[in-house]
């Protein structure tokens, strides 16, 4: 088993930037892979971005260009690093990973950019 929690969510105005972490339980070399997903109210949650262990990297359409995913596995630690924020940005984003089968997910953190 893992647990993953979440640091780094805020309020923040449009075109700003934040960083988000999420920290493992364990060592993160065998979390493969890892992911970050958001909730906005009043919708489904939806994938933002995927690293593989190799460090490969996959992003949402919306996202692409101004979120980067990346991999501290000494720290065992995965970073969201966002960028120009829009207020469609806003909602609760959450860290997921994959270990021998099973998805583990944190608690969440909350990103609120506001106009």
């Known amino acids: 088993q893992v647990q993953l929690v979440e640091f780094g969510g805020g309020l923040v105005q449009a075109g700003g930037s934040l960083r988000l972490s999420c920290a493992a339980s364990?060592?993160?070399?065998?979390?493969?892979?890892m992911s970050w997903y958001r909730q906005a109210p009043g919708k489904q949650r939806e994938w933002v971005a995927t690293i593989s262990s190799g460090g490969s990297t996959n992003y949402a359409d919306s996202v692409k260009g101004r979120f980067t995913i990346s991999r501290d596995n000494a720290k065992n630690t995965v970073l969201l690093q966002m960028n120009s924020l829009k207020p469609e940005d806003t909602a609760v984003y959450y860290c997921s990973g994959i270990l021998l089968g099973s998805t583990y997910w944190g608690q969440g953190t909350q990103v609120t950019v506001s106009s």
């Open positions: 364990r060592s993160i070399s065998s979390i493969n892979p």
